[in-house]
Protein backbone atom coordinates (compact mmCIF):
# COMPACT_ATOMS: atom_id res chain seq x y z
CA UNK A 1 0.00 0.00 0.00
CA UNK A 2 1.26 3.25 -0.83
CA UNK A 3 2.07 6.43 1.25
CA UNK A 4 -1.38 7.67 0.08
CA UNK A 5 -3.16 4.55 1.78
CA UNK A 6 -4.36 3.33 -2.25
CA UNK A 7 -2.87 0.93 -4.06
CA UNK A 8 0.14 2.28 -5.80
CA UNK A 9 0.74 0.94 -9.55
CA UNK A 10 4.04 0.76 -11.63
CA UNK A 11 3.87 1.03 -15.04
CA UNK A 12 7.08 0.20 -16.83
CA UNK A 13 7.37 2.32 -20.26
CA UNK A 14 6.03 5.01 -21.29
CA UNK A 15 5.07 4.60 -24.72
CA UNK A 16 1.93 4.07 -25.78
CA UNK A 17 1.03 1.27 -23.71
CA UNK A 18 2.04 2.82 -20.81
CA UNK A 19 0.30 5.94 -21.49
CA UNK A 20 -2.88 4.39 -22.37
CA UNK A 21 -3.22 2.36 -18.96
CA UNK A 22 -1.86 5.73 -17.37
CA UNK A 23 -4.96 7.66 -18.59
CA UNK A 24 -7.64 4.95 -18.24
CA UNK A 25 -6.43 4.74 -14.52
CA UNK A 26 -6.77 8.47 -13.89
CA UNK A 27 -10.22 8.74 -15.38
CA UNK A 28 -11.16 5.73 -13.04
CA UNK A 29 -9.51 7.12 -9.78
CA UNK A 30 -12.74 8.97 -8.65
CA UNK A 31 -14.45 5.95 -7.86
CA UNK A 32 -11.31 3.51 -8.06
CA UNK A 33 -8.19 5.80 -6.73
CA UNK A 34 -4.86 4.66 -7.19
CA UNK A 35 -1.42 6.01 -7.24
CA UNK A 36 0.48 5.52 -10.47
CA UNK A 37 3.99 5.84 -11.27
CA UNK A 38 5.06 5.45 -14.65
CA UNK A 39 9.32 4.23 -14.68
CA UNK A 40 10.60 5.41 -18.40
CA UNK A 41 13.71 7.57 -19.18
CA UNK A 42 11.82 9.73 -21.73
CA UNK A 43 11.57 13.17 -21.13
CA UNK A 44 7.89 12.78 -21.26
CA UNK A 45 5.74 9.99 -21.43
CA UNK A 46 3.68 9.16 -24.72
CA UNK A 47 5.95 8.88 -27.35
CA UNK A 48 7.98 6.07 -27.58
CA UNK A 49 9.60 4.05 -30.48
CA UNK A 50 6.84 3.98 -32.77
CA UNK A 51 5.79 7.77 -32.58
CA UNK A 52 9.27 9.04 -31.86
CA UNK A 53 9.98 9.33 -35.58
CA UNK A 54 11.20 13.16 -36.83
CA UNK A 55 9.76 12.35 -40.13
CA UNK A 56 7.03 13.99 -41.32
CA UNK A 57 6.60 11.21 -43.96
CA UNK A 58 5.99 8.44 -41.51
CA UNK A 59 1.76 7.97 -41.24
CA UNK A 60 -0.56 6.19 -39.29
CA UNK A 61 -1.43 3.16 -41.16
CA UNK A 62 -5.02 3.46 -39.34
CA UNK A 63 -6.89 6.58 -40.21
CA UNK A 64 -7.41 9.16 -37.36
CA UNK A 65 -11.15 8.14 -36.71
CA UNK A 66 -9.51 5.40 -34.92
CA UNK A 67 -6.79 6.45 -33.41
CA UNK A 68 -8.35 8.30 -29.96
CA UNK A 69 -6.89 7.43 -26.32
CA UNK A 70 -10.59 6.83 -24.94
CA UNK A 71 -12.95 4.63 -26.00
CA UNK A 72 -15.69 6.62 -24.95
CA UNK A 73 -14.27 9.84 -26.77
CA UNK A 74 -14.03 8.56 -30.19
CA UNK A 75 -12.71 11.33 -32.14
CA UNK A 76 -10.82 12.75 -28.91
CA UNK A 77 -7.36 12.82 -31.57
CA UNK A 78 -9.36 14.32 -34.47
CA UNK A 79 -10.93 17.55 -32.52
CA UNK A 80 -7.36 17.68 -30.54
CA UNK A 81 -5.91 18.39 -33.74
CA UNK A 82 -8.30 20.70 -35.43
CA UNK A 83 -7.87 22.68 -31.88
CA UNK A 84 -4.42 23.14 -32.63
CA UNK A 85 -4.97 24.16 -35.89
CA UNK A 86 -4.73 20.69 -38.17
CA UNK A 87 -7.24 19.70 -39.90
CA UNK A 88 -8.01 16.18 -39.69
CA UNK A 89 -10.70 14.20 -41.21
CA UNK A 90 -11.76 10.65 -38.93
CA UNK A 91 -10.02 9.37 -42.62
CA UNK A 92 -7.03 10.98 -42.53
CA UNK A 93 -3.56 9.14 -42.08
CA UNK A 94 -1.88 11.32 -39.91
CA UNK A 95 1.74 11.99 -39.26
CA UNK A 96 2.82 9.59 -36.73
CA UNK A 97 5.07 12.33 -34.46
CA UNK A 98 1.29 14.67 -34.78
CA UNK A 99 0.02 11.42 -32.78
CA UNK A 100 3.23 11.59 -30.79
CA UNK A 101 2.17 14.59 -29.51
CA UNK A 102 -1.10 13.66 -29.12
CA UNK A 103 0.20 10.82 -26.76
CA UNK A 104 1.97 13.26 -25.08
CA UNK A 105 -0.99 15.72 -24.64
CA UNK A 106 -3.11 12.71 -23.15
CA UNK A 107 -0.23 12.25 -20.42
CA UNK A 108 -0.42 15.78 -19.50
CA UNK A 109 -4.61 16.03 -19.18
CA UNK A 110 -4.14 12.72 -17.12
CA UNK A 111 -1.37 13.97 -14.74
CA UNK A 112 -3.39 17.48 -14.36
CA UNK A 113 -7.18 14.98 -13.66
CA UNK A 114 -6.26 12.71 -10.87
CA UNK A 115 -8.48 12.75 -8.19
CA UNK A 116 -8.57 13.20 -4.56
CA UNK A 117 -6.34 10.40 -3.02
CA UNK A 118 -4.80 9.54 -6.27
CA UNK A 119 -1.92 10.63 -8.07
CA UNK A 120 0.20 10.00 -11.39
CA UNK A 121 4.23 10.51 -11.43
CA UNK A 122 7.12 9.96 -14.03
CA UNK A 123 10.32 8.74 -12.89
CA UNK A 124 12.87 9.13 -15.85
CA UNK A 125 14.76 5.86 -15.03
CA UNK A 126 15.00 2.29 -16.24
CA UNK A 127 14.13 -0.58 -14.19
CA UNK A 128 16.66 -3.15 -13.98
CA UNK A 129 14.76 -6.05 -11.89
CA UNK A 130 12.03 -7.01 -9.95
CA UNK A 131 11.62 -8.24 -6.94
CA UNK A 132 8.48 -10.22 -5.14
CA UNK A 133 8.15 -11.09 -1.62
CA UNK A 134 7.37 -14.75 -0.40
CA UNK A 135 3.50 -13.70 0.26
CA UNK A 136 3.32 -11.65 -3.65
CA UNK A 137 3.28 -8.35 -2.39
CA UNK A 138 5.00 -5.91 -2.20
CA UNK A 139 6.95 -6.26 -5.04
CA UNK A 140 10.14 -4.22 -5.12
CA UNK A 141 10.84 -2.72 -8.42
CA UNK A 142 14.76 -2.01 -8.87
CA UNK A 143 16.09 1.12 -10.67
CA UNK A 144 18.92 2.35 -12.14
CA UNK A 145 21.57 3.58 -9.91
CA UNK A 146 20.36 1.47 -7.03
CA UNK A 147 16.95 3.27 -6.30
CA UNK A 148 14.01 1.31 -5.78
CA UNK A 149 10.05 1.92 -5.10
CA UNK A 150 7.52 -0.35 -3.94
CA UNK A 151 4.45 -1.30 -5.88
CA UNK A 152 1.33 -3.20 -5.23
CA UNK A 153 1.01 -4.31 -8.95
CA UNK A 154 3.59 -3.95 -11.71
CA UNK A 155 2.85 -3.73 -14.82
CA UNK A 156 5.01 -4.42 -18.19
CA UNK A 157 4.35 -1.69 -20.87
CA UNK A 158 7.64 -1.78 -22.47
CA UNK A 159 5.84 -1.74 -26.08
CA UNK A 160 7.73 -3.55 -29.29
CA UNK A 161 11.34 -5.22 -28.71
CA UNK A 162 14.19 -3.73 -30.68
CA UNK A 163 14.62 -5.59 -33.95
CA UNK A 164 16.02 -9.06 -33.24
CA UNK A 165 19.83 -10.31 -34.04
CA UNK A 166 19.82 -12.24 -37.93
CA UNK A 167 20.64 -15.41 -36.93
CA UNK A 168 22.74 -16.29 -40.09
CA UNK A 169 24.87 -12.96 -40.24
CA UNK A 170 28.47 -13.64 -39.62
CA UNK A 171 29.69 -11.66 -36.44
CA UNK A 172 32.55 -9.78 -38.27
CA UNK A 173 29.43 -8.36 -40.49
CA UNK A 174 26.75 -8.10 -37.14
CA UNK A 175 29.79 -6.12 -35.58
CA UNK A 176 30.75 -3.67 -38.55
CA UNK A 177 29.56 -0.19 -40.11
CA UNK A 178 28.29 -1.73 -43.02
CA UNK A 179 25.35 -3.41 -41.04
CA UNK A 180 22.80 -1.59 -39.32
CA UNK A 181 21.05 -3.63 -36.92
CA UNK A 182 18.30 -1.63 -35.38
CA UNK A 183 17.22 1.46 -38.20
CA UNK A 184 14.69 2.94 -35.68
CA UNK A 185 18.06 4.14 -33.07
CA UNK A 186 18.76 7.84 -32.79
CA UNK A 187 21.28 8.84 -36.16
CA UNK A 188 21.10 5.12 -37.99
CA UNK A 189 20.88 5.81 -41.56
CA UNK A 190 22.78 9.47 -40.98
CA UNK A 191 26.23 8.19 -42.56
CA UNK A 192 24.81 5.82 -44.91
CA UNK A 193 26.75 6.16 -48.28
CA UNK A 194 26.44 4.15 -51.98
CA UNK A 195 24.42 1.06 -52.24
CA UNK A 196 21.68 -0.45 -49.82
CA UNK A 197 20.12 -3.70 -49.37
CA UNK A 198 17.07 -4.06 -47.02
CA UNK A 199 16.75 -7.09 -45.22
CA UNK A 200 12.48 -7.72 -45.20
CA UNK A 201 10.03 -5.81 -46.81
CA UNK A 202 7.35 -4.90 -43.66
CA UNK A 203 6.18 -1.54 -43.25
CA UNK A 204 9.66 -1.34 -41.32
CA UNK A 205 10.92 -1.42 -44.86
CA UNK A 206 8.51 1.38 -45.73
CA UNK A 207 9.74 3.69 -42.99
CA UNK A 208 13.24 3.16 -44.20
CA UNK A 209 12.53 3.73 -47.50
CA UNK A 210 10.53 6.98 -47.07
CA UNK A 211 13.10 8.73 -44.31
CA UNK A 212 15.97 7.94 -47.05
CA UNK A 213 14.06 9.89 -49.84
CA UNK A 214 12.98 12.73 -47.76
CA UNK A 215 16.93 13.20 -47.43
CA UNK A 216 17.25 12.86 -51.36
CA UNK A 217 18.35 9.73 -51.79
CA UNK A 218 19.06 8.49 -55.75
CA UNK A 219 21.07 5.21 -55.63
CA UNK A 220 18.59 2.36 -56.25
CA UNK A 221 17.34 1.02 -52.92
CA UNK A 222 16.91 -3.07 -52.56
CA UNK A 223 14.54 -4.71 -50.53
CA UNK A 224 14.62 -8.62 -50.14
CA UNK A 225 12.26 -11.10 -48.61
CA UNK A 226 11.44 -14.53 -48.71
CA UNK A 227 8.10 -13.80 -50.75
CA UNK A 228 8.90 -10.42 -51.33
CA UNK A 229 5.50 -9.14 -50.44
CA UNK A 230 4.89 -5.34 -49.40
CA UNK A 231 2.23 -4.46 -47.12
CA UNK A 232 -0.76 -3.19 -49.10
CA UNK A 233 -2.58 -0.19 -49.38
CA UNK A 234 -5.67 1.14 -47.62
CA UNK A 235 -8.47 2.57 -49.36
CA UNK A 236 -9.96 5.55 -48.46
CA UNK A 237 -13.75 4.42 -49.80
CA UNK A 238 -13.46 1.09 -48.02
CA UNK A 239 -17.02 0.19 -47.49
CA UNK A 240 -17.83 0.74 -43.89
CA UNK A 241 -17.50 -2.22 -41.60
CA UNK A 242 -20.67 -3.76 -40.44
CA UNK A 243 -21.94 -3.88 -36.97
CA UNK A 244 -21.14 -8.11 -36.66
CA UNK A 245 -22.60 -9.59 -34.06
CA UNK A 246 -21.67 -13.56 -34.24
CA UNK A 247 -17.88 -14.53 -33.56
CA UNK A 248 -16.52 -16.61 -36.62
CA UNK A 249 -17.26 -20.16 -35.68
CA UNK A 250 -14.88 -21.51 -38.01
CA UNK A 251 -11.48 -23.42 -35.86
CA UNK A 252 -9.28 -24.04 -38.58
CA UNK A 253 -6.78 -21.63 -41.02
CA UNK A 254 -8.87 -22.97 -44.16
CA UNK A 255 -12.46 -22.49 -42.25
CA UNK A 256 -11.10 -18.72 -41.74
CA UNK A 257 -9.91 -17.89 -44.96
CA UNK A 258 -13.41 -19.12 -46.45
CA UNK A 259 -14.89 -16.87 -44.01
CA UNK A 260 -13.25 -14.21 -44.68
CA UNK A 261 -13.51 -14.24 -48.47
CA UNK A 262 -17.42 -15.04 -47.94
CA UNK A 263 -17.10 -11.82 -46.25
CA UNK A 264 -15.13 -9.82 -48.36
CA UNK A 265 -18.03 -10.85 -50.84
CA UNK A 266 -20.25 -9.26 -49.18
CA UNK A 267 -18.11 -6.27 -48.03
CA UNK A 268 -17.58 -5.33 -51.42
CA UNK A 269 -13.61 -5.30 -50.18
CA UNK A 270 -11.01 -7.57 -48.71
CA UNK A 271 -10.41 -4.80 -46.66
CA UNK A 272 -13.58 -4.72 -44.42
CA UNK A 273 -13.62 -8.06 -44.25
CA UNK A 274 -10.16 -7.77 -42.46
CA UNK A 275 -11.36 -5.09 -40.30
CA UNK A 276 -14.44 -7.32 -39.55
CA UNK A 277 -12.68 -9.67 -37.99
CA UNK A 278 -10.11 -7.65 -35.91
CA UNK A 279 -12.55 -7.50 -32.95
CA UNK A 280 -12.54 -11.26 -32.76
CA UNK A 281 -9.05 -11.87 -33.55
CA UNK A 282 -7.77 -12.57 -29.81
CA UNK A 283 -10.79 -14.84 -28.84
CA UNK A 284 -10.44 -16.82 -32.22
CA UNK A 285 -6.39 -17.27 -31.76
CA UNK A 286 -7.21 -18.56 -28.36
CA UNK A 287 -9.48 -21.33 -29.38
CA UNK A 288 -7.74 -22.72 -32.14
CA UNK A 289 -5.82 -25.86 -31.48
CA UNK A 290 -2.05 -25.93 -31.14
CA UNK A 291 -1.93 -27.72 -34.98
CA UNK A 292 -3.92 -25.26 -35.99
CA UNK A 293 -1.99 -21.94 -34.77
CA UNK A 294 1.12 -23.43 -36.19
CA UNK A 295 -0.53 -23.76 -40.02
CA UNK A 296 -1.13 -20.49 -39.32
CA UNK A 297 2.56 -19.45 -38.44
CA UNK A 298 4.03 -21.34 -41.28
CA UNK A 299 1.75 -20.68 -43.78
CA UNK A 300 -0.55 -17.82 -43.59
CA UNK A 301 1.12 -15.44 -40.67
CA UNK A 302 2.64 -12.98 -43.76
CA UNK A 303 0.08 -12.80 -45.76
CA UNK A 304 -2.45 -12.09 -42.83
CA UNK A 305 0.34 -9.01 -41.19
CA UNK A 306 0.50 -7.44 -45.01
CA UNK A 307 -3.21 -7.31 -45.47
CA UNK A 308 -4.27 -6.35 -42.02
CA UNK A 309 -0.78 -3.89 -41.26
CA UNK A 310 -1.41 -1.44 -44.38
CA UNK A 311 -0.19 1.25 -45.83
CA UNK A 312 -1.64 4.95 -45.79
CA UNK A 313 -2.85 5.43 -49.30
CA UNK A 314 -0.06 8.48 -49.75
CA UNK A 315 2.09 5.91 -48.84
CA UNK A 316 1.67 3.35 -50.95
CA UNK A 317 1.36 5.69 -53.71
CA UNK A 318 5.14 6.86 -53.70
CA UNK A 319 6.24 3.87 -52.82
CA UNK A 320 4.37 3.00 -56.54
CA UNK A 321 6.16 5.69 -57.98
CA UNK A 322 9.82 5.13 -56.43
CA UNK A 323 9.33 1.80 -58.13
CA UNK A 324 8.45 2.38 -61.41
CA UNK A 325 11.33 4.93 -61.47
CA UNK A 326 13.40 2.07 -60.65
CA UNK A 327 14.78 4.02 -57.26
CA UNK A 328 13.05 1.08 -55.11
CA UNK A 329 14.12 -2.95 -56.06
CA UNK A 330 11.69 -5.30 -54.05
CA UNK A 331 12.41 -8.95 -54.58
CA UNK A 332 11.78 -12.28 -53.19
CA UNK A 333 14.78 -14.28 -52.60
CA UNK A 334 16.53 -16.39 -49.39
CA UNK A 335 20.27 -14.97 -48.82
CA UNK A 336 22.15 -17.87 -48.00
CA UNK A 337 25.73 -16.27 -48.08
CA UNK A 338 27.18 -13.16 -46.40
CA UNK A 339 30.77 -12.56 -46.34
CA UNK A 340 32.80 -8.95 -45.95
CA UNK A 341 34.77 -7.56 -48.25
CA UNK A 342 37.16 -4.96 -49.36
CA UNK A 343 34.53 -3.53 -51.88
CA UNK A 344 31.77 -3.57 -49.12
CA UNK A 345 29.29 -6.70 -47.97
CA UNK A 346 28.94 -9.76 -50.75
CA UNK A 347 25.22 -11.38 -50.34
CA UNK A 348 24.53 -14.42 -52.06
CA UNK A 349 20.94 -14.87 -52.94
CA UNK A 350 18.97 -17.95 -53.77
CA UNK A 351 16.14 -16.64 -56.25
CA UNK A 352 12.62 -18.37 -55.60
CA UNK A 353 12.04 -20.38 -58.66
CA UNK A 354 15.59 -21.08 -58.62
CA UNK A 355 18.91 -19.37 -59.44
CA UNK A 356 21.38 -17.66 -57.67
CA UNK A 357 22.79 -14.26 -57.80
CA UNK A 358 25.77 -12.66 -55.91
CA UNK A 359 25.67 -9.18 -55.66
CA UNK A 360 28.07 -6.84 -53.43
CA UNK A 361 26.53 -3.88 -51.04
CA UNK A 362 27.72 -1.34 -49.05
CA UNK A 363 25.02 -1.46 -46.64
CA UNK A 364 22.70 -4.08 -44.82
CA UNK A 365 19.65 -2.70 -43.21
CA UNK A 366 17.86 -5.21 -40.52
CA UNK A 367 14.60 -4.14 -41.42
CA UNK A 368 12.73 -7.65 -40.13
CA UNK A 369 10.48 -5.44 -37.85
CA UNK A 370 10.26 -5.43 -33.72
CA UNK A 371 11.23 -8.45 -31.91
CA UNK A 372 9.05 -10.81 -30.98
CA UNK A 373 11.34 -13.55 -29.04
CA UNK A 374 11.96 -12.21 -25.40
CA UNK A 375 14.90 -14.80 -24.90
CA UNK A 376 16.71 -13.11 -27.70
CA UNK A 377 15.93 -9.83 -26.85
CA UNK A 378 19.01 -7.79 -25.84
CA UNK A 379 17.29 -6.35 -22.27
CA UNK A 380 18.93 -6.63 -19.49
CA UNK A 381 15.40 -6.12 -17.29
CA UNK A 382 13.71 -8.62 -19.84
CA UNK A 383 16.80 -11.13 -18.87
CA UNK A 384 15.99 -10.32 -15.00
CA UNK A 385 12.58 -11.32 -15.68
CA UNK A 386 12.99 -14.30 -17.39
CA UNK A 387 15.82 -15.62 -14.96
CA UNK A 388 14.14 -14.95 -11.83
CA UNK A 389 10.91 -17.74 -13.10
CA UNK A 390 8.46 -14.38 -12.55
CA UNK A 391 8.06 -14.63 -16.32
CA UNK A 392 7.96 -17.21 -19.19
CA UNK A 393 8.35 -16.73 -23.04
CA UNK A 394 5.03 -16.93 -24.44
CA UNK A 395 3.48 -19.61 -27.28
CA UNK A 396 5.63 -20.09 -29.81
CA UNK A 397 8.30 -17.75 -28.25
CA UNK A 398 6.34 -14.97 -29.19
CA UNK A 399 5.74 -12.29 -25.93
CA UNK A 400 5.54 -13.21 -22.40
CA UNK A 401 2.56 -16.03 -21.48
CA UNK A 402 -0.32 -13.97 -19.80
CA UNK A 403 -3.33 -15.60 -19.00
CA UNK A 404 -6.82 -13.52 -20.19
CA UNK A 405 -6.55 -10.36 -18.12
CA UNK A 406 -3.31 -10.02 -18.81
CA UNK A 407 -1.44 -11.27 -15.76
CA UNK A 408 1.54 -13.01 -16.56
CA UNK A 409 2.18 -16.66 -15.66
CA UNK A 410 5.59 -17.59 -13.89
CA UNK A 411 7.86 -20.24 -15.06
CA UNK A 412 6.74 -22.81 -13.11
CA UNK A 413 2.80 -22.16 -14.88
CA UNK A 414 1.19 -20.25 -12.42
CA UNK A 415 -0.46 -16.89 -12.79
CA UNK A 416 0.61 -14.05 -11.03
CA UNK A 417 -1.66 -11.76 -8.59
CA UNK A 418 0.08 -8.55 -9.38
CA UNK A 419 2.51 -8.40 -11.98
CA UNK A 420 1.01 -7.45 -15.70
CA UNK A 421 1.61 -7.28 -19.77
CA UNK A 422 -0.14 -4.75 -21.61
CA UNK A 423 0.61 -4.38 -25.75
CA UNK A 424 2.93 -6.35 -27.61
CA UNK A 425 4.05 -8.68 -24.84
CA UNK A 426 0.92 -10.32 -25.23
CA UNK A 427 1.57 -11.30 -28.59
CA UNK A 428 1.64 -15.20 -28.42
CA UNK A 429 -1.52 -15.42 -26.24
CA UNK A 430 -3.13 -12.38 -28.36
CA UNK A 431 -1.66 -12.25 -31.85
CA UNK A 432 -3.41 -8.65 -32.39
CA UNK A 433 -1.72 -6.85 -30.02
CA UNK A 434 -0.10 -3.83 -31.28
CA UNK A 435 -2.38 -1.10 -32.45
CA UNK A 436 -3.30 1.72 -30.47
CA UNK A 437 -7.36 0.25 -30.91
CA UNK A 438 -6.31 -3.32 -28.60
CA UNK A 439 -4.17 -1.59 -26.30
CA UNK A 440 -6.90 0.73 -25.63
CA UNK A 441 -9.25 -2.20 -25.17
CA UNK A 442 -7.08 -4.17 -22.63
CA UNK A 443 -6.10 -0.87 -20.76
CA UNK A 444 -9.86 -0.27 -20.21
CA UNK A 445 -10.16 -3.96 -19.44
CA UNK A 446 -6.96 -3.95 -16.64
CA UNK A 447 -7.26 -0.54 -14.99
CA UNK A 448 -10.09 -1.86 -12.87
CA UNK A 449 -8.21 -4.62 -11.47
CA UNK A 450 -5.08 -2.53 -10.74
CA UNK A 451 -7.06 -0.35 -8.18
CA UNK A 452 -7.64 -2.82 -5.98
CA UNK A 453 -5.41 -5.07 -3.49
CA UNK A 454 -3.44 -8.09 -5.64
CA UNK A 455 -5.52 -10.79 -5.76
CA UNK A 456 -8.61 -9.36 -5.20
CA UNK A 457 -11.13 -11.51 -7.50
CA UNK A 458 -8.28 -12.82 -9.38
CA UNK A 459 -10.72 -15.87 -9.82
CA UNK A 460 -13.47 -13.89 -11.69
CA UNK A 461 -11.06 -12.16 -13.91
CA UNK A 462 -9.59 -14.90 -15.11
CA UNK A 463 -13.13 -16.42 -16.30
CA UNK A 464 -14.02 -16.92 -19.80
CA UNK A 465 -16.79 -18.25 -21.87
CA UNK A 466 -16.91 -21.55 -21.45
CA UNK A 467 -16.13 -23.27 -25.00
CA UNK A 468 -12.86 -20.42 -24.99
CA UNK A 469 -11.80 -21.50 -21.32
CA UNK A 470 -11.95 -25.08 -21.91
CA UNK A 471 -9.30 -24.06 -25.13
CA UNK A 472 -7.05 -21.95 -22.99
CA UNK A 473 -6.85 -24.66 -20.32
CA UNK A 474 -5.85 -27.09 -22.59
CA UNK A 475 -2.96 -24.52 -24.70
CA UNK A 476 -1.49 -22.94 -21.03
CA UNK A 477 -0.20 -26.50 -19.99
CA UNK A 478 0.92 -26.76 -23.69
CA UNK A 479 2.83 -23.54 -23.93
CA UNK A 480 5.71 -23.85 -21.76
CA UNK A 481 7.07 -26.62 -24.20
CA UNK A 482 7.07 -24.80 -26.91
CA UNK A 483 9.93 -23.26 -28.44
CA UNK A 484 10.66 -20.55 -30.99
CA UNK A 485 12.24 -23.40 -33.32
CA UNK A 486 9.34 -25.50 -33.74
CA UNK A 487 7.81 -22.47 -35.69
CA UNK A 488 10.08 -22.56 -39.17
CA UNK A 489 8.88 -18.70 -39.75
CA UNK A 490 7.11 -17.24 -36.66
CA UNK A 491 8.35 -13.42 -37.05
CA UNK A 492 9.91 -14.08 -40.55
CA UNK A 493 10.43 -11.88 -42.85
CA UNK A 494 8.08 -11.80 -46.22
Request: a neutral charge.
Amino acid sequence: MSILGVPRVAVIGGGCSGTLLAAELVRNSSERPCEVVVVDPCETPGRGVAYGTSCSSHLLNVPAGQMSAYHDRPEDFVSWAHGRGTHLSTLSFAPRMLYGDYLQHVWREARGGASAGASLVHLRNRVVAVEQGLDGTPTVVRLEGGESIDADHVVLAMGNLPPSQIPWLPQDVADGIRYVADPWRPGALESLRGSLLLIGTGLTAIDVVLALDDRGWMTPIHALSRHGLLPRAHRVDTPAVRSATVIPSERSVRGLIGWLRRSAEQCGDWRGAIDELRPYVAEIWRALSDEERRRFLRHAARLWEVHRHRMAPEVAGRIDRLMAVGRLRVEAGVIDRVRETTDGVEVRVRRQGGGVEVATVDHLINCTGPGLNVTAADDRFLSSLLASGLVRPGPYGLGLDVANDGAVISARGTRSLNIWAIGPLRRGVEWETTAAREIRSQAVALAPLLSRQPGAGAADAAVLPADLGAALRAWETMAGAVTPADVRTAGAPA
